[in-house]
């Protein structure tokens, strides 16, 4: 028989608020352990939550970016679980009235296009981190409180490699919306996937475990093909899947059960009396709306039409919102978006691809990728030389200029001295030049190949070319 | 401390009406830490007023009935007294009061079983060291926590709990929409609610009670401002024969206090029950002018 994998992913990420979403502490990454913390975000006796408006301004446009349904009446409220990470011995999440629902989100895989449905967008703060140490666990509360929001999918993948795709996605649209700075070695980024099998075909849907706090989409793609196969093999031999809460180990490349159904926590959610129900007016959505960063689709829309830029070369760069970003800062600088396309799409993607880097790994800025263009622009260096400059600026992280001088490189287009050049060629080639004029026009491509040699390359051939014809007529 | 955040209410404690009203303009400012604070700008003592003619004071016969003879008493001559400064009483019947602790308690409970569950060993306060980390949670809050906590704790608990809460919690919530409802509607007909404050005047100090929970029940006039978030003082309007002090309570609508403060102002400048003190006995009481 032939199995169907459903997959449903909840995806948390941080957002990029400066400061946490119930206390006015900073959110820096990396800080010394318990230094980004106060008495709210330590759950002391007395303090009162004040919530961000700007976490709640950074949901909303995440869901705006994710089509979804904004609420007009949201609320707050407690989930309520002991654990030493957990100051108050509850978390303030959101229960049955999230911020957003009803969204969804396009994808691409394998050349198809697959709509995967958003069931819900809700708030809610971090929990500490447990530090274990040989003399004992401590806890750090830097992270106590960082606002969160979590995306919950409706189960709509067929494939790990959709999952991944759509997880690919979405961290492309949290960057695009600048919401969250989506850095996964930070565990910014962090998923949940809901696994289950059934025959292909059925419409039913098999009883699904739920792979806890995956932090890479290698882990994702991982955790989904072993949870896959273990539940197929489970069904074949005739074995009852139970729903659990499993944990991927990254180290044993296997799954470890964490909790079953009949040990789950009972949240006892009720709404968090601290904290008033929020009220959003269609005022405020529409300004979030209004004050929107552009979109992938309406980038790869001007891109098009205003750029002129192929449907490939857009689709390429949005693709990415890094590779985007740093594709309009060279636009800063320089003024030629077909050109700049063309080194990013395939120069620079070569180089990444090559070394199996991410453009926000380059070594050099855009503005130095600008500069190197200009130089192209204004016939200092020739297009084959750029290639040549760009792949040392990737390698050492110099500047154009830096490289350029250091080796003498420069076209020389200065027609009074490249004359100088071509006078001494001539009185060199005195064969060549009397071929030509008997009419053999091939000569003249080994007089300029004999500038060329002369200038190390740096003449301009067309300019080479023009005077050569000039001086030879007469 | 947090007890329960939706019902609990800072109050002053005075001597006399312009006291509270003095303290009040300074309490009820904007506390931007406090989410649940508003911004309003107030200036009670200045306005102080003891002409109250004309006010409507609602009042419900069956809370009075629902006393003791000694409280009731007190509290029918208050009402005279009140009508004597101008006011008129209007005829309130709530259909609420039976299921008025019951909601407060459940509310109360559940919002102090989460509130007091920071109190775990971990950051805060005092910790007993167990086997593992839930032996130690365990034993901390079994030890720190006194008997009547430990009894809210397990209520609220119980109530928030999956298959007990719609029962519980979900129905107390409610009821809590329907006593506000109640109030929305009494006050279009009336300025001020009047009621004895409890049922009973004070226990003896030290005295045990049969049934733990006995003491609830002479909490029925009290929860009600703090259920429907209205504004309510407790004025002394007499002495039982005891010589236990007796309370009226006055509650006015949301943002109302100056009516609140007026109405009571007016009484205290026309009796002298504030200025009376109780005199402590052995096995009773007997008061002093
Ligand atoms: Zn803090």
Redesign the interface.
């Known amino acids: 028989m032939k199995y169907e994998v459903v997959i449903g992913l909840e995806i948390h990420a941080e957002l990029s608020t400066e400061s946490k979403v119930f206390c006015g502490c900073a959110t820096t990454f990396g800080a010394e352990p318990n230094t980004n913390v106060c008495p709210v975000c330590l759950g002391m006796p007395g303090a009162l939550p004040v919530l961000n408006k700007k976490a709640v301004e950074y949901i909303v446009r995440a869901g705006l970016a994710l089509n979804c349904e904004i609420a007009n009446y949201s609320k707050m409220d407690r989930k309520n679980y002991f654990y030493p990470d957990l100051p108050k011995a509850y978390q303030i999440s959101q229960f049955d009235l999230p911020f957003c629902k009803a969204g969804y989100l396009d994808i691409e895989v394998d050349g198809l296009m697959r709509r995967i449905g958003i069931t819900r967008i809700h708030l809610e703060e971090d929990a500490g981190k447990l530090v274990h140490t040989p003399g004992g666990t401590l806890v750090d509360y830097n992270r106590s409180s960082m606002p969160l929001i979590e995306i919950v999918s409706e189960p709509d993948m067929r494939s790990a490699k959709e999952a991944v795709e759509y997880a690919k996605a979405i961290r492309n649209i949290l960057l695009y919306a600048k919401v969250s700075n989506c850095k996964m070695q930070e565990g910014v980024l962090r998923f949940d996937a809901n696994v289950s099998v059934r025959p292909k075909g059925s419409q039913t849907y098999g009883t699904r475990t739920e792979i806890k706090n995956l932090s890479s989409f290698k882990m994702l793609q991982k955790a989904i093909d072993y949870e896959y196969q273990r539940q197929v093999s489970m069904v074949e031999k005739g074995e009852e899947i139970h729903q659990q809460t499993l944990r991927w180990n990254e180290t044993g490349n296997c799954i470890i059960a964490l909790r079953s159904k009949e040990d789950a926590h009972d949240y006892r959610y009720f709404p968090d009396p601290d904290l008033l129900p929020v009220i959003l007016s269609d005022e405020f959505i529409e300004d979030v709306k209004h004050k929107m960063p552009q979109m992938p689709d309406e980038k790869k829309k001007m891109y098009i039409e205003e750029f002129q830029l192929s449907e490939y070369d857009a689709q390429v760069l949005t693709a990415n919102s890094e590779l985007c970003a740093f594709y309009e800062e060279i636009l800063q600088d320089y003024d030629e978006p077909k050109t700049a396309a063309n080194w990013v799409n395939v120069e620079l993607m070569a180089l990444l691809n090559q070394n199996d880097m991410l453009v926000e790994e380059l070594a050099f800025s855009a503005g130095n990728m600008a500069q190197l263009l200009k130089n192209i622009q204004s016939g200092k260096i020739s297009g084959k030389m750029g290639k040549g400059v760009l792949s040392e600026m990737f390698e050492t992280g110099k500047s154009p200029e830096e490289i350029i001088s250091a080796k003498g490189l420069s076209q020389i287009s200065d027609t009074a001295e490249l004359e100088k050049i071509i006078d001494k060629v001539l009185a060199e080639n005195p064969a060549s030049v009397a071929d030509y004029q008997a009419g053999k026009e091939k000569a003249i491509g080994f007089l300029v190949g004999q500038v060329m040699k002369a200038t190390k390359g740096a003449a301009n051939p067309q300019s080479v070319n023009e005077i050569l014809r000039e001086k030879l007529k007469k | 401390?947090?007890f329960?955040?939706?019902l609990d209410q800072v109050g002053p404690l005075t001597k006399d009406i312009r006291d509270t009203a003095i303290v009040l303009d300074e309490i009820v400012k904007q506390d931007?830490?406090?989410?649940?604070s508003a911004k309003i700008k107030t200036n009670y003592a200045d306005n102080l007023n003891e002409d109250i003619q004309g006010m409507r004071i609602g009042v419900d016969a069956t809370l009075i009935e629902a006393s003791d003879e000694d409280t009731k008493k007190a509290v029918l001559t208050a009402i005279e007294k009140l009508k004597e400064l101008g006011c008129t009483i209007i005829d309130l019947s709530f259909n609420h009061n039976e299921i008025m602790v019951a909601v407060y308690y459940i509310i109360s409970s559940?919002?102090a079983?989460?509130n007091l569950?920071?109190?775990?060993g971990?950051?805060?306060g005092v910790r007993i060291e167990g086997e593992n980390?839930i032996d130690t949670?365990v034993k901390t809050r079994s030890w720190g926590f006194g008997e009547e906590v430990k009894r809210r704790i397990m209520i609220g608990?119980f109530v928030?709990?999956?298959g007990y809460?719609d029962a519980y919690?979900k129905k107390a919530l409610q009821d809590r929409s329907l006593i506000k409802n109640n109030f929305d509607k009494a006050f279009e007909t009336c300025d001020c609610i009047l009621s004895p404050t409890t049922i009973f005047t004070a226990y003896d100090a030290g005295i045990k009670l049969e049934h733990p929970t006995d003491a609830y029940l002479s909490d029925v006039f009290t929860p009600a401002a703090n259920i429907a978030g209205l504004p309510a003082a407790s004025i002394p309007c007499g002495f039982a024969k005891n010589g236990m002090p007796i309370g009226l309570q006055l509650m006015a609508n949301s943002y109302q206090e100056q009516t609140l403060l007026n109405i009571a102002y007016a009484y205290q400048q026309n009796t002298d029950f504030h200025l009376q003190r109780p005199k402590l006995t052995k096995g009773g009481s007997q008061h002093e002018v």
């Open positions: 401390m947090a329960a955040s939706s931007v830490k406090d989410s649940t559940a919002e079983s989460s569950a920071r109190f775990d971990i950051n805060y980390i949670y608990t928030l709990s999956s809460y919690y």
